[in-house]
């Protein structure tokens, strides 16, 4: 897995950079804003050949990969750049591959920078007239036209429309006798419309790329804003009305790049239908995403942000005449619907080239899932099956210790503790296949979380005696961070511990302790210094608790049907041995256990895929409208929006699983991936609840009954591992820097 540029793609990156943060400075880009073309920025461009960067070599053009030109797409949007780029690197590309006379012409005038060709994007018959991007500064337009691809040669430049963006769009008739300019046939037949199709697509992608990355800057701005301005004696940064929007939107900014990148990954490396639907994907949730945030983005101006004197309104406009110059995104939203769930459409792909990006867990991890997939099948009964859905802990003792023998659990252990020292992209593609299977990691991922606590910050006596036993699937741990009075304050706690020469003696109360029934040990937090402030006097300690007879746990039902527990602790001596991390060092223990729990590997991606599969399995078997439900437009769209946001989880998880084992780690990504997949969770199983109501009442095990149990489930997955809110602080602090919004 590799989610960085390479060392020429930063150089790629840094010189468009500095190209546009020198030609493209706000003055420009509002000096151009009547015509929406900078002619000095085009001439330096086609003296860098970069309008045919994409086209091929034998062409006479640079051959760039697809995701090449999708780094530079994102110093166009980041710079506003008033110039066709993406159009002409498309284009240009078109007609190096169609390769009759005439495109070669038009190929050699583009390169001399004589001409500026763009396309229309949607068939010419099935508009009238067609709002075409970059319209006003072409001299020719490519144009699907029946079973025909044309060239539309327009004797003069075209006046701009007044439009949303100050872009240099065009609506011009594209057929018939009424059509603008003179038509030259480029190419017929089924190569020359899938060629169109696959530039179309590759319009999408570039563009996608624009929209968020003029988006990212948005934020920036109003980021820095939110540094320097003042409101009532604090800067207006560190309020949380203001820092969790824009955490938010970062989150699902981030977000739509990194699914930019997938798309661009899976063109260039897998290609079909499933590859043809991301590209759908990034387009549509880039548009949505953008409309959010550049409002959002203003309001952080205030009143400032709604004067045209600022440069966040630009942002906003330019934004906009993006998203919407394709026509309606919820027409990419059904195509993503169209190209997963319908057999008969076609849906081509542009050549991706060579990618240096990898999203793939890579050889050694799918033969590992290979490997699992087989077990599940052999071990994993029905009556297993059922109890995830009936019981809220998805645990079996007996089944765990199956999971154990056959190296199937906490299978990234180094080899001296008795682990099988697997890497963590086979740790992910291993919880993948449990996720396929319906079997909870629950119980594993706290196990897991716990035991690596004791690996780095344990005693030898309390490594060799729990280690093994939690390794063999015969001993459980649980997490005693929470207090009736603490809540989310976790450093606020009150149990104390006490020395009492080599021992300590513990005393308290915890809540939500959610394994505390099956549990054998509790990773517990205590106070042990009440005259420092209160981050300072705490210490940590794994509390064996299987018999001692001053440990009692009481059940709590959530609303979620999941047992919770309220854990009392009195009397309990325990040796020193089982302290964790030195006395009054618990600050240091907390971080490393926190930052692990919010990285519980692909926990929300596991529960939005089931989402997904059972409103699938309901829409493929229930009637709606007198026809089955999948071939209802509302239900096709929903199912759409739902598949979105599982690739953009799936996207910002792979990100957090590639720090990780890269040690390339930023303070926001695991909290992003917590913030929006536990978000995404509570939006689409409410949504597919809506959607297949009064059905989806029933309280069941079914379909219809994993979607209503999944919509209150739910619910707690925003609050345990740290609130939203909590994340959406510590995003706004560290990936914005935001002024901090907690005292």
């Known amino acids: 897995m590799i989610l960085e540029l390479s060392e020429q793609q930063l150089l790629l990156q840094e010189t468009f ?10 003055l420009r880009v509002r000096a151009v804003q009547s015509t929406g073309f900078d002619a000095e920025l085009w001439n330096r461009l086609v003296e860098m050949q970069a309008p045919l960067m994409r086209t091929p070599e034998e062409a006479g053009g640079g051959s760039m990969s697809l995701f090449d030109a999708l780094v530079v797409a994102e110093q166009v949007g980041r710079h506003l750049a008033s110039v066709p780029l993406i159009e002409s690197l498309v284009t240009s590309r078109l007609l190096g591959l169609l390769g009759s006379s005439i495109a070669r012409e038009w190929l050699e005038r583009t390169a001399s920078g004589k001409a500026i060709v763009t396309l229309a994007l949607r068939e010419a018959a099935d508009e009238g007239r067609q709002m075409v991007p970059a319209g006003a500064t072409a001299n020719a337009i490519v144009v699907l036209d029946g079973g025909e691809l044309g060239l539309r040669v327009l004797q003069q430049r075209l006046p701009p429309i007044p439009n949303l963006g100050g872009s240099a769009a065009a609506e011009l008739v594209l057929t018939g006798p009424s059509a603008v300019g003179e038509l030259h046939v480029i190419g017929k037949g089924p190569e020359a419309m899938r060629l169109f199709a696959s530039a179309v697509e590759e319009w999408k992608l570039l563009t996608a790329g624009v929209v968020v990355a003029m988006t990212r800057q948005a934020l920036d701005i109003a980021a820095a804003y939110s540094r320097e301005r003042p409101a009532f004696d604090r800067l207006i940064g560190s309020y949380q009305g203001l820092a969790h929007p824009l955490a938010d939107s970062i989150t699902e900014v981030e977000g739509a790049q990194l699914l930019n990148w997938f798309a661009t990954w899976s063109v260039a490396t897998h290609g079909g239908r499933e590859a043809a639907a991301r590209v759908a994907m990034a387009y549509w949730w880039a548009t949505q995403v953008a409309r959010t945030a550049t409002v959002r983005a203003m309001r952080i101006f205030g009143g400032y942000g709604m004067s045209l004197e600022y440069d966040a309104q630009l942002y906003f406009y330019r934004s906009r005449a993006c998203s919407l110059i394709y026509g309606n995104p919820r027409d990419a939203l059904l195509s993503v619907a169209d ?14 080239g060579n990618v240096h990006i990898d999203f793939g867990h890579g050889d050694q991890a799918d033969a590992f899932a290979r490997e699992a997939r087989k077990f599940f099948e052999e071990h994993l009964t029905p009556e297993l099956s059922n109890l995830t859905y009936e019981s809220g802990d998805g645990y079996d003792a007996k089944f765990q210790q199956q999971l154990a023998g056959a190296g199937l659990i906490y299978v990234d252990w180094p080899p001296e503790v008795g682990g099988r020292g697997r890497s963590v992209y086979e740790k992910s593609a291993l919880y993948r296949v449990y996720g396929e299977y319906g079997w909870w ?4 991922n706290t196990n897991d979380m716990v035991a690596k606590m004791l690996m780095r910050f344990g005693s030898a006596e309390a490594r060799n005696e729990i280690l093994p036993r939690v390794l063999r699937g015969e001993a459980n741990c649980s997490l005693g961070y929470s207090e009736p009075s603490c809540g989310s304050d976790i450093f606020a706690v009150k149990t104390r511990a006490v020395r009492d020469g080599g021992h300590w003696v513990i005393n308290g109360q915890k809540m939500f302790t959610s394994q505390g029934h099956l549990a054998q040990y509790a990773l517990l937090l205590t106070r042990t210094d009440t005259s420092v402030a209160k981050h300072a006097g705490l210490t940590l300690f794994i509390v064996p608790i299987e018999s001692e007879p001053g440990y009692q746990c009481t059940e709590i039902k959530t609303i979620g049907g999941e047992r919770t527990n309220v854990t009392f602790y009195n009397d309990i001596k325990i040796p020193d041995k089982y302290r964790v991390g030195e006395v009054n060092g618990g600050v240091k223990v907390m971080a490393a256990a926190l930052l692990l729990e919010q990285s519980t590997g692909d926990f929300f991606l596991l529960h939005m895929k089931r989402l997904l ?4 399995q309901w829409a493929r078997t229930a009637r709606r409208k007198g026809r089955l439900a999948i071939e209802d437009e509302e239900v096709r769209l929903q199912l759409a929006r739902t598949r979105v946001q599982v690739e953009v989880l799936d996207a910002l998880t792979r990100r957090c699983l590639w720090a990780a084992a890269e040690d390339k780690n930023q303070k926001w990504f695991a909290p992003m991936a917590k913030l929006f997949g536990s978000e995404a969770l509570v939006r689409c199983s409410a949504d ?8 989806s009442l029933r309280v069941e095990n079914s379909d219809l009954g994993w979607i209503e149990l999944e919509s209150r489930r739910a619910i707690s997955t925003t609050i345990y591992a740290g609130t939203s809110e909590v994340q959406r602080s510590i995003i706004a602090e560290s990936a914005l820097n935001m002024p901090r919004t907690r005292s």
Do not use: N, Y
């Not at 990691?441 to 594993?444: C, D, G, R, W």
């Not at 599969?613 to 699938?616: C, N, P, V």
């Not at 597919?688 to 059905?695: E, R, S, T």
């Open 17 to 26: 950079a500095k190209l546009f943060a020198r030609e493209s400075t706000p």
């Open 339 to 352: 190209r997963l769930w319908d057999d008969t459409i076609d849906a081509p792909v542009p050549d991706g």
């Open 441 to 444: 990691v629950t119980v594993p």
């Open 613 to 616: 599969e059972h409103g699938l």
């Open 688 to 695: 597919l609840m809506d959607l297949a109501a009064p059905g």
